[in-house]
C-alpha cells in the first residue's frame, strides 16, 4: 500500500462548480500535512498547510481528519486557471533517523472547462 | 533570478554515460533534496541533505550518487546512466525538514 494515495483523476468539472479532492495516508504518526499545486511540466507549488482545525484561502478550504487519516482539499467557483494536478504531501518524522521526510501522492489532476 | 536553479534544464544522452545534474540555491536553506518524477508515480526521493556534511539515501537511491559542495549546491551524478533513469528531476530546499520545500524548474532527462 502506498503511504500517500490520491485518486489520479482526471476530474473535469465546468467553470465556477465546487470541486473536492481526498488523499489517505497510510502512518498514523504522520505530522504536518500540505497540499501542493503542480502545473504540467513545471515544478510543484506549495498550495496550502492543512491544519488540525482546518483552514481557509479564498476559494481553497483543506481539512484533516487525523482518525481516518485523510486530508481533503475543496476547490469553490472553479476557474479554468486551477486546471492543474493537485499533489497532497504528509511528513513523518523518521524513525531511525529522528528527521522529518516528506512523501508526495502521486497527483490528483483538474482539468476546469469553459 | 530563481531562488532555485537547476542546470542543465534538459539533457538527452546514452546509456552507460556519466551526468551531473546542479542544483544552487539563494534562499540560505540549510535542506536540499533531489527528487525524480515518472508519469503516475508522484515525486520519489532520491538523496536529501541536512546541511554540509549530512548526506541521506531517499527511497531510490540506487544507481545515484551526490555531492554538498557547500550549503548554496547539491549536485545529482549518475555514474553510468540507463534507460529507465529517464525522468523529470526537481531539487528542492526548505530551512527545516517539516516546513513545506520550494523546488527549482526541473531537469528534463532521456537516456536513450
Known amino acids: 500500500r502506498k503511504e500517500v494515495e490520491q485518486d489520479p483523476g482526471p476530474f473535469n468539472v465546468p467553470e465556477g462548480a465546487t470541486v473536492a479532492f481526498n488523499c489517505t495516508y497510510s502512518?498514523?504518526?504522520?505530522?504536518?500535512f500540505f497540499w501542493y499545486r503542480q502545473d504540467c511540466r513545471k515544478e510543484p507549488k506549495l498550495l496550502m498547510s492543512?491544519?488540525?482545525s482546518g483552514n481557509e484561502d479564498g476559494r481553497f478550504t483543506a481539512q484533516l481528519n487525523r482518525a481516518s487519516q485523510y486530508i481533503s482539499l475543496l476547490i469553490r467557483d472553479s476557474k479554468l486557471s486551477d486546471s492543474a494536478t493537485y499533489l497532497c504531501v504528509v511528513t513523518l518524522l523518521g524513525l531511525d533517523t529522528g528527521r522529518r521526510a516528506l512523501t508526495f501522492g502521486s497527483g490528483t489532476r483538474l482539468q476546469v472547462q469553459p | 533570478d530563481a531562488d532555485v536553479t537547476q542546470t542543465p534544464r534538459n539533457r538527452i544522452t546514452k546509456t552507460g554515460k556519466r551526468i551531473m545534474l546542479e542544483c544552487s540555491q539563494t534562499k540560505g536553506h540549510d535542506r536540499m533534496y533531489w527528487y525524480r518524477q515518472d508519469p503516475g508515480l508522484g515525486l520519489q526521493l532520491i538523496y536529501y541533505?541536512?546541511?554540509?556534511?549530512?548526506?541521506n539515501k531517499g527511497e531510490i537511491s540506487d544507481g545515484y550518487s551526490v555531492s554538498r559542495q557547500a550549503q548554496a549546491k547539491f549536485s545529482l551524478s549518475l555514474e553510468s546512466a540507463i534507460p529507465n533513469q529517464t525522468a523529470l528531476y526537481f531539487c528542492?530546499?526548505?530551512?527545516?525538514?517539516?516546513?513545506?520545500?520550494?523546488f527549482g524548474d526541473g531537469t528534463r532527462l532521456s537516456i536513450l
Open positions: 541533505s541536512f546541511d554540509v556534511k549530512d548526506i
Open positions: 502512518n498514523s504518526a504522520s505530522q504536518s
Open positions: 492543512v491544519y488540525s
Open positions: 528542492a530546499t526548505s530551512d527545516t525538514g517539516g516546513q513545506p520545500q520550494h
